[in-house]
């Protein structure tokens, strides 16, 4: 059963790097069958997929339009986790960030907690 | 606004069945069979229910169920129970390594 652990600021001030990470038990980050995803929530934009990152004999990445030029996904094998960094943050990105697993036939199977992100100075 | 178009709410007795639906185009809905829904209860992380339009994860009732015709998709939930009033959301794959959401449709149960 694979469970995600997400960690990371609540608050990120304007024009700064928003870094969130997400720890994988159960899976592992480097699994040729899984993918590893950023999905955002806020009241204005509701829910928004932002990325993914997953591993077919070498490491793939793909990004929403929306945030293209501002995000990076990165896996870390060593710890079995996978982050977020979201750059020059306006307070249109506040909103509650979700990890998920999952791939293009099996829909997001498993989410992590949540965390609220406030944009704020 | 949302990629995919729900109504912002739905409602039904228990025991009842409603449909919501979750109208895209040609390019997302209409184009693949990778339409998937969520389930939401507050302050919870999404839940999926259903995957590749009419398949259900292990654990999900057979009370919840997909279908697609053309560029809509729907989810119905037979026999309503209290636990099933929560936010629900769509979700199409809309090709080049793009997925698209809904925004979402409120379920009351009466």
């Known amino acids: 059963q694979v469970e995600l652990q997400q960690s990371g600021p609540g608050l990120v001030k304007p024009s700064q790097t928003l870094s969130l990470t997400c720890a994988i038990s159960?899976?592992?980050?480097?699994?040729?069958?899984?993918?590893w995803n950023w999905i955002r929530q806020s009241p204005s934009r509701g829910l928004e997929w932002l990325g993914r990152?997953?591993?077919?004999?070498?490491?793939?990445?793909d990004y929403a339009v929306s945030v293209k030029s501002r995000i990076t996904i990165n896996s870390d094998t060593s710890k079995n986790q996978f982050s977020l960094q979201l750059n020059s943050v306006t307070p249109e990105d506040t909103a509650v960030y979700y990890c998920?697993?999952?791939?293009?036939?099996?829909?997001?199977?498993?989410w992590g907690q949540g965390t609220l992100v406030t944009v704020s100075s | 606004q949302s990629a995919l178009t729900q109504p912002p709410s739905a409602s039904g007795s228990p025991g009842q069945s409603v449909t919501i639906s979750c109208t895209g185009t040609?390019?997302?809905?209409?184009?693949?069979?990778?339409v998937s829904w969520y389930q939401q209860h507050p302050g919870k992380a999404p839940k999926l229910m259903i995957y590749?339009?009419?398949k259900r994860p292990s654990g999900v009732p057979d009370r919840f169920s997909g279908s697609k015709s053309g560029n809509t998709a729907s989810l119905t939930v037979s026999g309503l129970q209290a636990e099933d009033e929560a936010d629900y959301y769509c979700?199409?794959?809309?090709?080049?390594?793009?997925?698209?959401f809904g925004g979402g449709t409120k379920l009351t149960v009466l």
């Open positions: 979700n199409s794959f809309a090709g080049n390594n793009n997925w698209v």
């Open positions: 590749a339009v009419t």
């Open positions: 040609s390019s997302d809905v209409g184009g693949y069979n990778h």
């Open positions: 159960g899976d592992s980050v480097s699994s040729n069958s899984g993918a």
């Open positions: 998920a697993s999952g791939v293009l036939a099996t829909g997001y199977t498993t």
């Open positions: 990152t997953y591993y077919r004999s070498k490491w793939y990445n």
